[in-house]
Each structure stands twice: as C-alpha cells, then as structure tokens.
C-alpha cells in the first residue's frame, strides 16, 4: 500500500516556507560552533580545610563514548559536557565516594562583569571561601562551603573577573560528599 505523504501543493508551500527559512536565518545562527574536546585533569588533591575538614583526593576517568568536550557558539555561549566517573577519597581514612558526572553546562555573559552558568545533570560541584553556596557565603575557613553532587538543574552567577559565584540556586537531589565521606 503507497501512502501519499504531501500533495502537489503541500509540498509546493513547504519547498516555499524552508526556502524563506534559509534566507531569513540570521548568519550567526548559521555558523558551525566550534567544537574543542575537554581534556580530562590529572587526579588531584582538594586540601583540607577549604573543601572538607579533610584532605580529598578526586581522580577522574572517563566513561562511555560520549567523553567530554566544549561547543563554543558565535553569539557567545559556551557549552560544556561530560560523561564521567570521579572517585572521591578521604585522605585520612580511605573512605570512597563514586560520582557519575553526566551533565551539560551553558555559560552565558549577560555583561560585562557577570557570567550565568545552568547546568542539567549529575555534577560534581564545590565552594571556596568567597563564593555563594547552597547554604549562603563560604567564609574564609570554609564554613557553608563543601563539596556537593547534585542531580538536576543549578544556576550559577559568577564574576568572570575573579570566578567567585555569586549567586546560586539548585533544583532536585544534593549530596554532601564530605559527610558521606566521613560517615
């Protein structure tokens, strides 16, 4: 049986409107982004009294074929994502904490002197003194601060010149890996 998909004037008007389309596209919205793999970071320390009370050694790797990498677009967005898995480990009593980052990121600049960041997903996220956390400004012995996974939706505003948040918000399930770590 031969189904019939447009009629002679249907696909007339659709040829019309797809071509209209093509010309009124503005160029940006045409070009390419330019598409940089990420390159993951060696294993590395987060000391002790910033993060956590403790020492925490964070050792990446990367899973499935889906790897990570950067999107940069002409309008200014930048697109981060990741398919990963980050051991956490408690330095003084080998405690472990598997995270499985999957997750995309967009970074905007609305101005001069701030960036937005939304990021959906699992990721891996922490506070240093000076940045606006979940639970208010991290002071300067890393109290409000940690380290956190969150599953879901987290805003961030961050001062492009210095990096600190300045704003935060988060919608679903978050983690306080440094009490799973000392639990």
């Known amino acids: ?23 009124t596209t503005p160029v940006a919205e045409a070009e390419k982004p330019i598409r940089t793999p990420r ?10 009294g910033v993060v956590c009370a403790f020492d925490v050694l964070l050792v990446p790797r990367r899973m499935g074929g889906g790897g990570a990498g950067i999107f940069r677009f002409a309008d200014g967005r930048t697109v981060f994502f ?27 600049f609305p101005d001069a002197d701030t960036g937005l960041d939304v990021v959906s997903g699992n990721i891996l996220a922490w506070f240093f003194p000076g940045d606006q956390g979940p639970f208010g400004e991290v002071g300067e012995n890393g109290e409000n601060g ?12 961050f001062d492009p010149n210095t990096s600190l948040f300045t704003s935060f918000s988060h919608q679903g399930k978050m983690t306080d890996v440094c009490a799973a770590l000392t639990g």
Request: net charge neutral; aromatic share 12%; hydrophobic share 45%.
């Open 1 to 23: 049986m031969h189904r019939r998909v447009f009629s002679g004037v249907g696909f007339v008007l659709l040829i019309a409107v797809a071509g209209f389309a093509l010309i």
């Open 82 to 108: 990741a398919n990963a898995e980050l051991t956490v480990t408690n330095l003084e009593t080998g405690r472990t904490y598997i995270h499985h980052s999957d997750y995309r990121e967009i970074d905007t």
């Open 39 to 48: 390159e993951f970071p060696s294993p590395f320390v987060l000391p002790g």
């Open 146 to 157: 940690g380290l956190f996974a969150f599953v879901g939706k987290t805003t961030r505003t």
